[in-house]
């Protein structure tokens, strides 16, 4: 450790024992408010020395039940061995019901044997229904969670002696509430009592008690259940086939967390389920176990008649992702069932393997067929004829279609880049921004030139519309230059990746607009040119958006979406000024600077984010500082998150101007922006101005803030306001600043 850490180390201790020395004499001044912000500052700081200790455990006896209720969660959540006797005590004594059930919990997180024996006395007591007499304004019976809570305790302990205490209320119908935790308690405690109890409640109990039993079940980790008994394992498989949905959905979760290959069967009998919960819930049991074996079982499966079952066996092979489905699935795509193609489509889209390119490129070009088909085709397409993907079975070596396919018959047939070509400029939207996701990702050569054609508006053109009187028809030269354009798409290609080049990515910010093919004897105002007008410039959006993408750019791509970047089209400009900020490029920074000057605010915002990511060159400084006092405070805190990003005591100088703003949201953003970096001597003062000015609003963030530049010169200044008792009003802001600040000062310096 060097010289200055190891100043820094010794100062940092120096200031935590002054603080721990300070709190604990105002834990004993007659402050509730004050003694209950000392109380959390102890637990931030993981005070377990014996001195703080015994003040925490002194004040579960203080007349404030606040102050008692705050010591409890301290010293459970500081897992105090030494406070279980103290806890025991207000658990069983404390006039407050609040009090009691957050000692129930503390001793929960304690998990000491030592607390056994009383919890169980709390059960047996009725969780002591004198709460009630005691607090009448309490919205819920105090006894009752206090009950509740124990009971959980008992079943963190994990100790046997519970589990005849838990059968006995269990047992009572007055009770019936608390069946969720008991059970729980009880697959918790696992003995051959608590087992036999479940069995008996599985097979004799009221659909409630079913339901609950089989939850309680369901939320042991999945494994665990693998411990469960023959005799409980069985009880569950005759669940399978009770007559409420819901133990039917509740035993294949349980079952299911098995990952036992003896329950396949029954669990695959539950995906033909009336009931769509129930076959959701056996389709994600069934994903989870993991013998692959199980394809034999679900693949003939596929032939059934009842078509709520193949639905549901096609969701889990997608989820299996299994490259041996491709074959049965693919045969699913001739359906006339609109529900299960659109099912097999995704799940083959899952996948991502050969086989199915030629179906899925003629559903594409369906444009009878449901949009949403044909979207999940064009993605399909794009995952599949990717050249990044790893094939798992010799069964189905890398292919891609070409020209030279043939059928059969020996016609030729469809070549599925080809239709996703087509499909780019497609009526409907959504299938077009697809497919353009999908040649993203199947080749990275020319995909850049490709998008920025697009980006430039040169690859769409109205073919069908005739030129009006004031119109040239193109030359054949222009018309050549167009049909190569338009062939150029079928290498459109990109970086993204199925997880990035997704239509929920495409469509996050885009709302779908589907163009439609106007009559033509329509009046010249209502010809198709303004539809394709629209169409183009969404297009150019999502071309914007997936060129901001690339890895590697290049010149072309930058130029274009600069040249994008000025488009009188907003939301294309917009989009090309993210596109910059996500590639970080400083050749664009001129070009973002000048949408700093544009009336929209929107794009000012979007270039003021673009900046923060490529940073502010140093002639630009003082136009931003000039924005630090416009009238917009959103403006103005995006203002101050682009400077934060720079370095010196000049970027030191914003921050003082920004701490000092009336807007709450920009001075939360000034102390965001603070680093090591930019950090100077100078910031402490406005800082701790700060910290009074919006009182109650900003003492975590000044914490976090002075923490992260492990800066704790503050500590002395605010101890000593925690000695002016002229300033007693502020004190707490004091201790939960300090709390705050040496909190998490700990955290780092134990790291």
């Known amino acids: 450790m060097n010289t200055a850490k190891q100043k820094q180390t010794v100062t940092t201790d120096t200031h935590r024992d002054a603080l721990i020395r300070a709190l604990h004499e105002v834990l004993g001044r007659d402050n509730s408010l004050s003694q209950c912000c000392a109380i959390r500052a102890l637990e931030k700081l993981d005070a377990r020395d014996p ?53 129930a919990k503390a001793l929960c997180s304690i998990r000491s044997k030592n607390s056994v024996e009383p919890l169980i006395r709390c059960i047996r007591e009725d969780g002591y229904p004198e709460l009630d007499a005691m607090e009448d304004d309490e919205p819920y019976n105090a006894d009752s969670e206090v009950l509740n809570q124990a009971i959980n305790a008992l079943a963190s302990i994990g100790d046997r002696q519970a589990t005849e205490p838990v059968i006995e209320l269990l047992k009572d119908e007055a009770y019936e509430d608390l069946q969720e935790s008991g059970f729980r308690a009880l697959v918790h405690l696992d003995d051959d009592k608590a087992r036999g109890f479940l069995l008996e409640q599985l097979s004799q109990g009221n659909r409630l008690a079913r339901r609950r039993a089989l939850l309680a079940l369901a939320t042991l980790p999945d494994g665990q259940q693998g411990e469960l008994s023959p005799e409980l394992l069985n009880a569950l498989s005759n ?97 006339e069932d609109t529900a299960l193609l659109y099912e097999a489509v995704v799940a083959l889209e899952q996948i991502g393997r050969p086989g199915p390119e030629q179906r899925l490129a003629e559903l594409l070009a369906d444009h009878e067929c449901p949009h949403t088909i044909r979207v999940q085709a064009a993605l399909a397409l794009g995952r599949i004829l990717a050249p990044t993907y790893s094939v798992t079975s010799d069964s189905h070596p890398p292919h891609s279609a070409s020209r030279d396919d043939t059928d059969e018959s020996g016609d030729l047939t469809v070549e599925p880049e080809a239709v996703l070509t087509d499909a780019v400029l497609d009526a409907d939207e959504r299938v077009g921004h697809a497919a353009m996701a999908a040649l993203m990702q199947m080749d990275s050569r020319h995909g850049a030139e490709i998008l920025t054609n ?48 997704t239509l929920a990515a495409i469509l996050a910010k885009q709302p779908a607009q589907i163009s439609t093919t106007p009559d033509k004897t329509a009046p010249d ?42 488009s009188p089209e907003l939301e294309l400009r917009r989009e090309a000024l993210e596109a910059l900020g996500r590639i970080g490029d400083k050749t664009a920074q001129a070009t973002i600077l000048q949408a700093l000057d544009a009336e ?26 000039g924005m630090l006092h416009d009238p917009d405070p959103i403006i103005r805190e995006r203002v101050i998150s682009a400077l934060g990003t720079g370095d010196g005591d000049k970027v030191g100088m914003y921050l003082i101007t920004a701490l000092d703003d009336g807007d709450l949201g ?37 914490g976090s803030t002075l923490a992260r530049i492990h800066d704790t010169s503050a500590t002395p200044r605010l101890l000593a306001m925690l000695d002016d008792s002229e300033q007693e009003e502020f004190h707490w802001i004091c201790i939960d600043t300090l709390g705050h600040l040496h909190g998490q000062t700990t955290l780092l310096t134990a790291r």
């Open 51 to 103: 001195v703080s200790v015994g003040h925490l455990i002194e004040l579960l006896l203080h007349p404030d039940p606040d102050v008692r209720t705050d010591v409890a969660v301290a010293l459970g959540r500081m897992k105090i061995d030494t406070a279980v006797e103290p806890l025991i005590r207000n658990l069983e004594g404390d006039p407050d019901g609040e009090v009691r059930i957050e000692v």
């Open 239 to 335: 669940a399978l086939v009770d007559q409420d949905p819901a133990v039917r959905s509740y035993a294949a979760r349980a079952i299911g967390g098995t990952q036992n290959p003896l329950v396949v069967a029954p669990l695959t009998l539950l995906l033909g389920d009336v009931d769509e919960g129930v076959v959701t819930e056996a389709a994600h049991a069934l994903a989870k176990l993991p013998n692959h074996e199980i394809l034999d079982r679900l693949h003939p499966l596929l032939d059934e008649s009842k078509l709520t079952l193949k639905k549901g066996i096609v969701r889990i092979l997608g989820e299996i992702r299994d490259p041996r489905s491709v074959a049965p699935l693919s045969q699913l795509l001739t359906t």
């Open 454 to 501: 697009i980006l430039r508006g040169q690859s769409t053109r109205n073919e069908d519309a005739a030129p009006t009187s004031d119109e040239e028809a193109p030359s054949d030269e222009a018309a050549e230059q167009e049909t190569q354009d338009t062939d150029q798409l079928a290498a459109l290609v990109g970086s993204g990746t199925p997880e990035t080049s």
């Open 525 to 566: 105002e209502l010809t198709e040119k303004p539809e394709i007008e629209i169409r183009d410039t969404s297009t150019r959006i999502v071309a914007a958006r997936l060129l901001g993408s690339l890895p590697e750019p290049g010149s072309e791509v930058l130029t274009a979406l600069m040249n994008a970047a000025e």
């Open 600 to 625: 929209e605010r929107d794009i000012r915002l979007v270039a003021l984010d673009a900046l923060a990511r490529l940073g502010i060159p140093g002639d630009a400084e003082q136009t931003l500082a």
């Open 666 to 702: 920009v001075c939360r953003a000034a102390l965001a922006a603070i680093r090591l970096g930019n950090w100077s001597s100078a910031l402490s003062e406005p800082i701790l101005k700060l910290l009074f000015r919006f009182p109650g609003e900003l003492q975590p963030e000044i």
